[in-house]
Each structure stands twice: as C-alpha cells, then as structure tokens.
C-alpha cells in the first residue's frame, strides 16, 4: 500500500491503472476511520483490481471553524488500519494541493439542499459537492462507495454525478453500528464516556419512531421523538424528520409510501450527531 500526498502524483498513478485495464474502487473519506470506513474499503477491494481511499478533512464542507479544528485527525493510526483492509493507495492529500485558491464554485442542488443537513448546515452541501467532484477527477474511479449513515449526501452525490455526466457507480453501503445500536462516527471519539452512554439515544429514538409509525400519523410520532429526547440529559435535538428515501422531503404521511427514511440530528453535549434508517413499511406494519 502506498501513501500518496499529491494530487499530481495520485493523478499519474490512476491514469496508468487506467490504461492498464484496471477497474479502480474509491472511498472518499475524512479520516478517523472506524469499521463503517473499514465495511466500504472491504467491499471496495472485493469488487474492484485497485482500491483507492481518500483521507482529507474538507475544510469547504464544514460550517462551524470549532467543529473543523476540533475533528480528530489521526493519519498514521488509519494508514496501519488501511494496510489489512486491502486498501492500494491512500490518497492524503494537504487542503493547498485540493484548494490553490478559495473555491466560489456554487452548486445548487434545489428542494434537495433545502431540508435537514442541507437547511441546518447551510454550505455543507456545496463543499462536499465540490470535494467530490474534485476527488473524482483526480482518481477516476469506476466505483465510489458511500456510507447510507449519511444518506442526504448520498442522495447529493447522485445528482452531481447526474448533473455533471461523472462516469462512476455509485454503491450506498449500509451503516455499521455498536452492539448498543450508536451509529459508527469519527465524532464519537468526542464524546465522554457519560455522552456515548447517551448518544445510543438517537438509535433509539429512530426505534421507537419505527415502532409508532403503523400506529401514530407523522405529527404525532415527532412529537413522541421529542418528548423521549426532550427526557435525556445532555441530549438535544435538532431535527427529526419522516421523509422519502430518495428525495428525502418531509411527508406529511407515512401511509401509502412502501418505504420511509428516519433520519435523525441531534448534539450530545457538544457534539453533532446524525443518524438515519429506512423502513420498509409493509415489516412495520408486520412487526406492530
Ligand atoms: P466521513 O469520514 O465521515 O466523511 O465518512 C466517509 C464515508 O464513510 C462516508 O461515505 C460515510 O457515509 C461512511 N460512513 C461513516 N460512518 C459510517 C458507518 N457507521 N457505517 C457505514 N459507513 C459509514
């Protein structure tokens, strides 16, 4: 496995993959990595002859300067993780080789943008559009894979490999959890031992959700969400939204979807956490 820091460098490298006839598989992420990371590098070297996985905490797609200073960056930790994983290159660019000069690129991304992550962390979208085109030219992967744990960006990535004609495949992968249920995030490692206690709460405030949404209509369900949240100390919530998998606009009911997404946004202490499942909503009906 070899490290490389320069996009010059990363760009020669994939262009003689390329012409050698290999499929390349690429892992964009911001380091930190845990086993959701490892679960997309595992199924990206499964699938593809080269697996590449991107390392770069992006300063564009951070809307808080605290929350960007404070995301651990932990290099030489992951690149020993990476090695058993069947990673073949990681790319660990600096934010001046990605970011010459300040990026005015504007993206819109329309009623898409405009809910949730998109509404409460106003820029995060255009920076991590801007990254990602930006990492996928240089690697050109075949194949990118995403976390469904943050299943708005996923749905943003699409678009913008619509919109711009990005000749890659998308693989929405899902999300590797605690035993408790806690979603696996690099932020986690911010948490006190008192806070990780309480973060499993947004799991399961997503279960309890779950279980209301054959029985309750959607205000009642916030409701209850916020209620149980509202109980937790350390805990507060800041969004909780019943949506369209794939556009993921609010409903204003479930019944008549065959499937919803909960998703989830809430700080324990400091610390933003977000979290997301889909339900299919002929089992719910099964499991009330
Ligand atoms: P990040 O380093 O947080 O930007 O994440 C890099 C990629 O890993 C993104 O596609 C995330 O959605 C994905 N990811 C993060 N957490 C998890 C998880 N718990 N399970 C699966 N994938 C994840």
Request: glycine share 6%; with cysteine.
């Amino acid at each position: 496995m070899e490290v490389i820091k320069q996009a010059s460098a990363i760009r020669e490298i994939v262009q003689e993959l390329r012409c050698s006839g290999k499929r390349i598989g690429f892992v964009p992420t911001m380091g930190a990595l845990h086993e959701g990371h490892l679960s997309l590098l595992r199924a990206s070297a499964q699938d593809n002859d080269i697996t590449i996985c991107s390392i770069f905490v992006n300063p564009t797609q951070f809307n808080n300067a605290e929350d960007y200073s404070l995301y651990p960056r932990t290099l030489a930790q992951d690149v020993e993780l990476l090695k058993t994983v069947g990673c073949d290159y990681v790319f660990a660019p600096v934010a001046q080789d990605i970011y010459p000069q300040q990026s005015l690129l504007q993206f819109s991304f329309g009623p898409l943008e405009a809910v949730m992550e998109g509404e409460h962390r106003p820029g995060h979208f255009n920076g991590v559009a801007t990254v990602v085109g930006k990492l996928f030219h240089l690697v050109q992967p075949h194949r990118a894979y995403f976390g469904q744990k943050d299943l708005q960006q996923v749905a943003i990535v699409k678009q913008l490999v619509l919109g711009l004609s990005f000749d890659v495949e998308l693989v929405r992968y899902p999300t590797l959890r605690e035993p408790d249920g806690l979603a696996l995030s690099s932020r986690n490692k911010r948490l006190s031992p008192e806070q990780r206690q309480l973060a499993v709460s947004l799991y399961k405030a997503l279960q309890l959700a779950k279980g209301l949404l054959p029985l309750k209509p959607v205000t009642s369900i916030k409701e209850a969400v916020a209620a149980y949240l509202q109980g937790i100390d350390q805990v507060q919530l800041e969004y909780f939204e019943i949506a369209h998998p794939d556009t993921l606009q609010p409903l204003a009911q479930a019944q008549g979807e065959p499937e919803v997404a909960l998703c989830i946004a809430a700080f324990v202490g400091e610390v933003r956490l977000i979290d997301n499942i889909l339900v299919n909503l002929n089992e719910a009906q099964i499991v009330a």
